[in-house]
Each structure stands twice: as structure tokens, then as C-alpha cells.
């Protein structure tokens, strides 16, 4: 019985090592359970809405800024982890690995959110990373020698997204549904000296096909671990802060070209103010 152990250990052992004799990496559960709740989750979808029973209809653009306290579980993590990634890390894999989601051009002067030029994985990946070149004088000859940079975008220079969405009073179910068409991330530009110079947008994703990679990842709970929400649940319950920079007008103006500083803030909660009291005077008896 002896000699059959010491056969099972001798084995056990073999299996366990590469024939240099180094002990082979083993796959481990880096946790109590195996978390597959979020990982095989399905997109719930939308109700279905006639344009019969809109009784009222108006479009609005938003800005969530990540800064913000509650914002910041779409910012963090900025290194993917385990089994957390930030939203942008989410929508890059998405774009450039999985092939999943489309991202659409901004077009000449960062204005089309139509999603009227769809953009090829080499585009955006071109997009998202900077080759520069600069010269420098050489010390000991006197020369220009060359110098070859590049630069990424990543996660942490993301500070904020744009939203489109269409807030729309249906009478068939009497509800006031907001429905998110679109969502465009914005990169933070720097100055020489580090300041902030502004955000520029990179390009727009229509929002109903990006629920289906946001539906299978988790975002993080302050609360419980045990608890946890995906991308897609966050935005459906509106668990962000955001400030409205448009609402559809006869001029097609962003809040922005003719309220600035303080005004435009004011302004901005007027506006979100006035979607507020319509809903609420909806069942005012």
C-alpha cells in the first residue's frame, strides 16, 4: 500500500513539473466562488414604442464628467484587474479585439453624431495611438538627431463622455421613457505646462448595440462585493450625474454658444428642470 501511494506521488509529480524540473503555474480561483452571474448575462430589451402613442417627444445631449464622486466607478479601475476593467477599457476591447461594437466618425469639426461614417478597427486603433517626431540638438556634434515618440490613449486620459438620448412620453403605457442613442468618449488635452486646454471627442457609439458588451461587466459596488451592477444596468437606472449641454431648439445651438461660466450651468439646470416638471405635472390630478 506503501509503494502505491509513493507510485501515485511519484506521478503526481511528474505532472506537476516541465522536464527542466521548474514547477508548472496552476490555475487558481482567486476568490470563494466562481462569479459568472454578470459574465452570462442578456440584454433585457427596450418596449416597443408606435409613433402613434408619442404623445411628446424632445432630444437631449448630456455630459457625464468622471470627476465626479459618483462617476467614478465608470473611471475606475484604470489598469484592468481580475474582474473589473473601467468603461473605456470595456469599449476599446470591444472595438479593437472582440470586433463587437462600431465606432462612427466625428467627423471634420467633431460635430456628427449621426453615425453616418462607420469606422474600420485599424482606424480607431490609428486614432487612439500618436506617432510624433521631434528633433534635438546633439551635444557632441552639433547636429538635429531625430527623435521618434508615440503616444496612447488610455483609460485614465478619458475624463469624460457625451450622451445623446430621446426623452419620449409614451401614452400607450403612460411612462416617460429616456432611451440613450448614443455615447461618445472625450479625451482630456493637455497644455505644455499640464494645464487643461479642453476634451475632445473621439468617436460616437450607437448605444442599443453597446449594451451588449456593457451588459457583461461589473461595476463596482461601494456597498457589497456581493452586489454588483453591470455597465448596462448603471445607464439603464441612471445611476450617473450628468449636465445637459443641448436640448433640441430651433437654432441647433449647444447650451454653451450663448450662456458661458455660470450662466450655462444655470442654464443647464433650467432646462433640467423643465423635463422634471413635465413628468411630474403629468400626474398632477
Not at 470586433?99 to 485599424?122: M, N
Not at 503616444?151 to 432611451?179: A, N, P
Not at 442599443?208 to 457583461?216: F, G, I
Not at 455660470?262 to 439646470?269: N, R, S, T, Y
Request: hydrophobic fraction near 40%; charged fraction near 30%; include cysteine.
Amino acid at each position: 500500500m506503501k509503494t502505491l501511494k509513493n507510485i501515485l506521488y511519484v506521478a503526481l509529480l511528474g505532472l506537476a513539473t516541465t522536464p527542466s524540473g521548474s514547477v508548472q503555474a496552476q490555475t487558481v480561483l482567486d476568490g470563494a466562488y466562481i462569479k459568472e452571474h454578470t459574465k452570462t448575462q442578456r440584454v433585457v430589451p427596450y418596449p416597443y414604442i408606435r409613433e402613434a402613442d408619442v404623445m411628446w417627444y424632445r432630444r437631449v445631449w448630456r455630459e457625464i464628467d468622471l470627476r465626479e464622486k459618483i462617476n467614478l466607478p465608470l473611471y475606475y479601475p484604470i489598469e484592468p484587474i481580475n474582474d473589473r476593467k473601467s468603461l473605456f477599457d470595456v469599449i476599446k476591447q470591444g472595438i479593437l479585439d472582440d470586433g463587437s461594437i462600431t465606432a462612427y466618425d466625428v467627423g471634420a469639426t467633431a460635430q456628427d453624431d449621426e453615425f453616418k461614417k462607420p469606422l474600420l478597427p485599424a482606424e480607431v486603433k490609428a486614432l487612439l495611438s500618436k506617432a510624433d517626431t521631434s528633433y534635438t540638438e546633439n551635444i557632441y556634434t552639433g547636429a538635429l538627431d531625430t527623435v521618434y515618440s508615440s503616444s496612447e490613449v488610455t483609460s485614465d486620459k478619458i475624463k469624460r463622455y457625451e450622451l445623446k438620448e430621446d426623452w419620449i412620453f409614451d401614452r400607450q403605457r403612460s411612462v416617460m421613457d429616456i432611451r440613450i442613442i448614443g455615447l461618445c468618449p472625450k479625451k482630456e488635452v493637455l497644455g505644455d505646462q499640464g494645464e487643461v486646454k479642453g476634451y475632445v471627442p473621439l468617436f460616437w457609439l450607437y448605444f442599443p448595440e453597446l449594451r451588449y458588451v456593457l451588459v457583461n461587466w461589473d461595476v463596482f459596488n461601494r456597498e457589497n462585493d456581493a452586489e454588483r451592477r453591470s455597465f448596462d444596468h448603471v445607464f439603464w437606472t441612471r445611476q450617473f450625474n450628468s449636465t445637459i449641454t443641448k436640448v433640441s431648439n430651433v437654432y441647433d445651438r449647444k447650451v454653451n454658444q450663448y450662456a458661458t461660466g455660470m450662466d450655462g450651468l444655470l442654464q443647464a439646470e433650467a432646462i433640467k428642470e423643465d423635463l422634471f416638471n413635465f413628468e411630474h405635472d403629468l400626474w398632477n390630478f
